[in-house]
């Protein structure tokens, strides 16, 4: 198994950028996929971004490509989401996961929020 912690997310105002992070423990990192999702209020959880095991490989939303970027680093076991030019439609409480073959996986953080004002 793995457990997922996260951080960052909070306040910032429409045209700004945040980073979140996703820390991960237990079995090797390197092993799992990692994606990011989020969800507001009354709606389905919606798939933002994903990334291979080794980072070649990366997927994203078409609502986020070419603002969003995610990335791992291996030997720090942490993935992270770098948001730029932040909407408020982005708002929404943001989850990573991670899965062996695929993503969505079976392992979730606990969501941390992410809230952009106009």
């Known amino acids: 198994q793995v457990q997922l912690v996260q951080s960052g997310g909070g306040l910032v105002q429409a045209g700004g950028s945040l980073r979140l992070s996703c820390a991960a423990s237990?079995?090797?990192?390197?092993?799992?996929?990692m994606g990011w999702f989020r969800q507001t209020p009354g709606k389905e959880r919606e798939y933002v971004a994903a990334i291979s095991w080794s980072g070649g490989y990366t997927y994203y939303a078409d609502s986020v490509k070419g603002r969003f970027t995610i990335s791992r680093d291996n030997n720090n076991n942490t993935a992270y989401l770098q948001m730029n030019g932040l909407k408020p439609e982005d708002t929404a409480v943001y989850y990573c996961?991670?899965?062996?073959?695929?993503?969505?996986?079976?392992?979730w953080g606990q969501g941390t929020q992410v809230t952009v004002s106009s």
């Open positions: 237990g079995r090797t990192f390197s092993s799992y996929r």
């Open positions: 996961n991670a899965g062996e073959r695929a993503i969505p996986g079976a392992y």
